[in-house]
């Protein structure tokens, strides 16, 4: 993969389209519900009806269908009303997915509202009762995906407010003060509130079990369902208990102190185990913190104890935008308190932590959250230091993620000491043990507490999954949530379930004011494909792959109107072939009507030609396994004995992996994957390499140069390559110059055979898509509400390309929406090479090459 400058851009520097120029541009459509026609028709790769052989299980770590052989899942979200359309809609949608080279859908969000947009009946005082109407729709639907060779994925709890209409305790008194607040979709607590238990059970119950008349089958019983999800985006980790009702925190600190009283005899034992306070010792702090992204934060801080600071926008990634107070020397195993005073001009949720001010940047014992409001509040943290360093060690309070505005601090410090384990008014025999406080990073009281929530986490799963296994005799692979949501211990309770999962996105918008405002929302704007040395996305979802169990990322994006989307599906689809993964969902698909030619909101894949026309690509390369597994693999060891224990000392997967010596470069070019072991002595996580390191790599990503794939029935060349030759093999390619310097592109073998010998190539080449008259602010972060009009407009990309081919005669068509022949392009076969141009003359993002 030989790559030759041809001018002088630099790969990083990407310049946005200048707003309405459309000149650049030309109108293509990719909408309606009609299938892919002719090459860009990939349908055959779906054995029709899904779970034709049988139920889709696990072998070898990987998904099989009922014949055994193995099965990847390309798929996408319908999500909310979507997941409803009428009869003659789902006919056309399924015929359309499997032409694009899907094979799972993804329901999710069903439970939330009542009909329409939803599966409740609507006109009931509660939630409890499905509509028939809409159950028919979603009955009829996944009895057209399962024709077109589609699966399902069935999730359970995703955003159903258990208390709508329902006798619960919301916090407020008869004088209308409130106690508490009950979590958004009772995340977390749900999984420690028997009530809320049940209720999700009663729900699985009535799903799983009714009989799909257009199939006769109940879904437990159906083949066709590939996987049901239990609750997602879920961790009772992430439960803030000090904001619940009274009568939740009651419940939940009576079961702490139950299992309290199973692990230690009396509060004598208890207080010998956790320790007492140990007296403050001289303040630490003698400089003011330092503004981290002063493009974001400002900052006035006379003293290392006292300031004022305003969020001025929202960064992409919250650690963009942090206080730090630097160059600190702290004692490993010594205990420290942090302590603040805060307040917001609106309400804000901020983190904290303490970290080695170098790479690989790992925490260094504290770890907690702030939420601060208009007035007032006093916070004090307790932690032990961990992995420090002399003079490098600081304290991050990271902003990024609160709403734009002002707030300030004061009576801020650090001084040895603080409140160890046990207080003096916390009694075992009383039910008196307080529930978590920010004052337990690693202690002995912090791992205890981390035991209590992971091992009610589990249990909480197991019982879920006994009843849906064992009682509804429900046969797809099951898991609990994402891996992320819980850190390590999240990881470790979806190692006990079928297989793993993860979501992430790339620059997923952000709201400086109100959450999802559609009128005061920013992305970021800028290519993934320049990102090499952290992986960007890629990398940071291999981290949490589990050995010996398959792997999905049921929630993907590159959300518009970002110039680059059309990086998406050839990155995401080759990366995961490297990896060896088994499933990739893109979120969402954006609703029913395919047919007004526009995009119509950050995620909606319907109308989007810049990820649609890269699908029967994204199908090939990861379904049929076009780019092959890395033939090394790093696994990275973690003692399960205590794991716990362990999370509450390190619970950042990214984090275990750095400090276990794992470079971010190494995703790139070996598998990789964790392994808990039963170990006992050595309490941190291992690295262990194994496998072929001089294998040749199929993928090639470096500082400065585009995304690469070069395989004999692939090439692919995504990011700064305009302006550029890149020498595949077998391949060369001339890219011209355009305004941002970017292009993906991606040529395949639709006949399976080496490129030199195919009959049937299909080639898409596409750079910025967005809608007509879309407007821009003016560092194209924003349209507002201002999403334009249809058509789409599609930029080309213009290029020369010379392949290596066997002798005979070549065709070379532009093709229109669908994948059908508009036009043939001149084209040149002559002495073993196969040449032609492509550009934005020919208004198309995608060619078939025919030989005869």
């Known amino acids: 993969m030989n790559i030759r400058p041809a001018s002088s851009l630099c790969a990083s520097l990407f310049i946005p389209l200048a707003v309405g120029a459309e000149a650049a541009l030309f109108p293509f459509v990719m909408g309606g519900n009609e299938p892919n026609a002719g090459i860009a028709d990939v349908s055959w790769l779906n054995e029709k009806p899904a779970g034709k052989h049988g139920f889709v299980s696990v072998r070898d770590g990987h998904f099989v269908d009922g014949s055994g052989r193995r099965i990847r899942f390309l798929a996408t979200n319908f999500t909310f009303g979507s997941a409803f359309p009428s009869h003659e809609e789902a006919d056309a949608l399924a015929a359309r997915l499997a032409s694009m ?71 407020i008194g008869k004088d209308g003060t409130r106690s508490g607040t009950l979590p958004k979709y009772g995340k977390g607590l749900d999984k420690i509130d028997g009530r809320m238990v049940a209720m999700q059970r009663d729900y699985a119950r009535d799903l799983l079990t009714h009989v799909n008349p257009y199939t006769g089958l109940a879904y437990v019983a159906d083949p066709c369902v590939a996987i049901v999800e239990i609750n997602n985006e879920n961790t009772l980790f992430d439960l803030d208990m000090d904001s619940l009702p009274a009568s939740y925190r009651q419940d939940i600190q009576a079961k702490w102190n139950a299992w309290l009283r199973r692990h230690y005899a009396d509060t004598a034992e208890l207080g010998a185990t956790w320790g007492r306070a140990v007296p403050l010792g001289d303040e630490l702090l003698t400089a003011p913190p330092s503004a981290e992204g002063k493009n974001y934060l400002q900052v006035d801080a006379a003293s290392p104890h006292a300031l004022s600071a305003q969020l001025l926008k929202r ?65 004090s943290v ?168 398959p792997f ?82 790093t696994v990275l060891d973690i003692p399960s004995a205590d794991l716990d224990a362990l999370s509450s000392r390190a619970n950042n997967m990214q984090q275990l992996w750095n400090r276990a010596g794992f470079g971010a470069a190494e995703s790139l070019s070996r598998r990789q994957a964790v ?9 941190e996580p291992e690295i262990r390499r194994q496998g072929d390191d001089a294998a040749p790599s199929p993928i090639r990503w470096t500082e400065g140069q585009p995304y690469q794939v070069d395989v004999p029935t692939a090439k692919v060349v995504v990011g700064a390559c305009m302006g550029k030759t890149i020498r595949l093999e077998g391949v060369d390619i001339a890219f011209a110059t355009n305004a941002s310097g970017f292009a993906s592109v991606a040529l395949l073998s639709v006949d399976g055979k080496p490129l030199p010998e195919s009959r049937r190539m299909l080639l898409t080449a596409a750079g910025n898509v967005e809608n007509t008259g879309m407007a821009w602010n003016p560092e194209h972060t924003t349209v507002g509400r201002s999403w334009g009009r249809a058509p789409t407009l599609c930029e080309g990309i213009g290029a020369s390309i010379s392949l290596k081919a066997q002798p005979g005669g070549f065709h070379l068509y532009a093709l229109d929406g669908k994948g059908n022949r508009k036009a043939e392009v001149p084209a040149k076969a002559d002495e073993g090479r196969f040449d032609f141009a492509i550009g934005p003359e020919f208004e198309t993002l995608w060619y078939e090459i025919a030989r005869e």
């Open 101 to 171: 080279g899907m094979n799972c859908v993804r329901f999710h969000h069903i439970d939330k509202h009542s009909a329409p947009a939803g599966i409740w009946l609507g006109g009931r005082p509660k939630l409890d009762t499905f509509d028939p109407g809409q159950l028919d729709k979603l009955d009829y639907f996944i009895a057209q995906l399962k024709k077109q060779g589609i699966y399902a994925n069935l999730n359970l709890h995703v955003s159903r407010q258990y208390w709508e209409g329902a006798d619960f305790d919301e916090g």
């Open 315 to 379: 960064p992409e990634h919250a650690w963009m935008a942090q206080l730090q107070w630097r160059n600190l020397t702290l004692e490993n195993g010594k205990l420290y308190t942090f302590s603040y005073a805060i307040r917001s001009d609106v309400e804000r949720n901020m983190r904290f932590l303490t970290r080695y001010q170098q790479p690989d940047w790992h925490g260094c014992g504290l770890a907690g959250a702030a939420k601060a409001t208009p007035k007032w509040t006093q916070h």
């Open 382 to 549: 307790s932690f032990v230091a961990q992995n420090c360093v002399s003079n490098q060690t600081r304290i991050d309070f990271v902003l990024g993620d609160s709403p734009m505005g002002k707030f300030e601090m004061k009576e801020v410090s650090l001084r040895p000491g603080g409140e160890r384990g046990l207080l003096a008014d916390e009694s075992l025999e009383a039910g008196t043990v307080g529930l978590r406080r920010d004052g337990v990073s690693g202690t002995k009281r912090g791992e205890d507490w981390f035991r209590f929530i992971g091992e009610t986490e589990r249990a909480y799963v197991a019982g879920m999954k006994d009843y849906i296994r064992n009682e509804l005799k429900c046969r797809a692979p099951l898991i609990d949530s994402q891996a992320s949501y819980g850190g390590l211990s999240g990881v470790y309770r979806e190692s006990q379930n079928d297989f793993i999962d993860m979501h992430s996105y790339w620059q997923h918008p952000s709201f400086p004011g109100k959450p999802w405002d559609p009128g005061n929302w920013r992305i970021m704007n800028t290519p993934m494909s320049s990102d090499p040395r952290s992986g960007a996305n890629l990398g940071r979802l291999a981290a949490f792959r589990v050995d010996a169990m």
């Open 552 to 633: 999905t990322v049921t929630e993907y994006d590159h959300p518009a109107p970002s110039h680059y989307a059309a990086e998406m599906f050839p990155m995401i689809a080759s990366f995961a072939a490297a990896q060896n993964w088994d499933g990739v969902f893109q979120f969402d698909w954006g609703g029913v009507n395919a047919k007004d030619g526009q995009i119509d909101s950050y995620f909606s894949l319907k109308n989007h030609p810049g990820k649609l026309a890269f699908l029967p690509a994204a199908a090939l390369l990861f379904r049929r396994g076009d780019v092959p597994a890395f033939a090394a693999e």
């Open 675 to 683: 392994r808990f072991v039963a170990k006992s002595g050595k309490a």
